[in-house]
């Protein structure tokens, strides 16, 4: 019954409604599954696609006028659907695809290879602290966040004074969660748990591409930054001159895009 909400520009566009409304926003599908030991063919499939632009209320217009299953049968409106022998349904793949050298490879398994390496972009899990257009503003937001944080592990320290490491104070109960001064994620937390203070590195004020055509300064660091994959080895300094170029996922819910940087690449750029 279509209706996928996250999806983007034509493809969005020909999903369209939900029958649900505001309700959900994934896909929906009526799925029926028949077992029948004395069936003549066993593991057969068939599909309907309500179809393309429909409102909400000509989707529900459709199922009424349908009336039950076998109301499409009636009006022969059923695709039968043969699985391939990768078990794909629909958009089945083109074998063809296996004949092409890979992008990459860290199995092992491929002799053959385009680069020799590969990476995400740097997620941070606090785009809000570490992304800024202003080069002094992002200097002065990271400075306050890193003593934020600093001032957290003196205060733990001091709660955790004269205790064994098992009776330590629990980190979630302990902290101030101040959305304004820090985003706290597992790996902060885990160094808070460890009395480990960090400094601020001036070095780590680079110049990324944040999104398409959007250049930014960025503070790139392994430490306030939740992942940064391999980024530090493709750009190892923010004197490093590199080309990358970045690549929608399978994953994206926009079609395929790449795009090539010379800097470094936010995990969401594109």
């Known amino acids: 019954?279509?209706?996928?909400?996250?999806?983007?520009?034509?493809?969005?566009?020909?999903?369209?409604?939900?029958?649900?409304?505001?309700?959900s926003r994934a896909p929906i599908a009526i799925s029926l599954l028949?077992?029948?030991?004395?069936g003549e063919q066993q593991g057969q499939i068939y599909f309907h696609d309500i179809g393309d632009?429909?409102?909400r209320e000509e989707k529900l217009g459709k199922l009424i006028e349908f009336g039950s299953i076998?109301?499409?049968?009636?009006?022969?409106?059923?695709?039968?659907?043969?699985?391939?022998?990768?078990?794909?349904?629909?958009?089945?793949?083109?074998?063809?695809?296996?004949?092409?050298?890979?992008?990459?490879?860290?199995?092992?398994?491929?002799?053959?290879?385009?680069f020799e390496n590969y990476s995400s972009g740097v997620k941070t899990n606090r785009d809000a602290w570490v992304y800024?257009?202003?080069?002094?503003?992002?200097?002065?937001?990271?400075?306050n966040m890193v003593e934020f944080y600093n001032g957290e592990v003196e205060r733990y320290k001091v709660a955790s004074s004269?205790?064994?490491?098992?009776?330590?104070?629990d980190v979630d109960l302990f902290l101030n969660f101040n959305s304004t001064r820090m985003s706290w994620t597992r790996e902060v937390k885990q160094d808070l748990g460890r009395h480990?203070?960090?400094q601020f590195i001036p070095a780590g004020v680079v110049k990324a591409l944040y999104r398409p055509f959007t250049k930014t300064w960025m503070y790139f660091n392994q430490h306030f930054n939740n992942c940064v994959y391999q980024m530090p080895r493709i750009f190892p300094d923010s004197a490093a001159e590199n080309r990358v170029i970045a690549t929608t996922a399978i994953g994206s819910r926009?079609?395929?895009?790449?795009?090539?940087?010379?800097?470094?690449?936010?995990?969401n750029s594109m």
């Not at 800024?132 to 400075?143: A, F, M």
């Not at 926009?254 to 995990?267: A, M, P, Q």
Request: glycine fraction near 10%; charged fraction near 25%; include cysteine.
């Open 70 to 114: 076998a109301g499409i049968t009636e009006q022969q409106r059923w695709q039968t659907v043969t699985p391939d022998q990768h078990g794909d349904w629909l958009n089945q793949r083109d074998d063809g695809f296996s004949e092409y050298i890979v992008l990459g490879d860290k199995s092992g398994t491929e002799s053959l290879k385009l």
């Open 162 to 169: 004269g205790l064994t490491k098992s009776e330590w104070p």
């Open 196 to 198: 480990k203070t960090r």
């Open 132 to 143: 800024n257009c202003s080069r002094l503003k992002l200097i002065n937001t990271v400075t």
């Open 34 to 38: 028949v077992k029948n030991p004395n």
């Open 1 to 23: 019954l279509r209706g996928n909400a996250r999806t983007a520009g034509e493809l969005r566009r020909k999903e369209k409604d939900n029958v649900f409304g505001m309700g």
């Open 254 to 267: 926009n079609g395929f895009s790449c795009l090539i940087s010379n800097r470094l690449v936010d995990l």
């Open 53 to 55: 632009y429909l409102t």
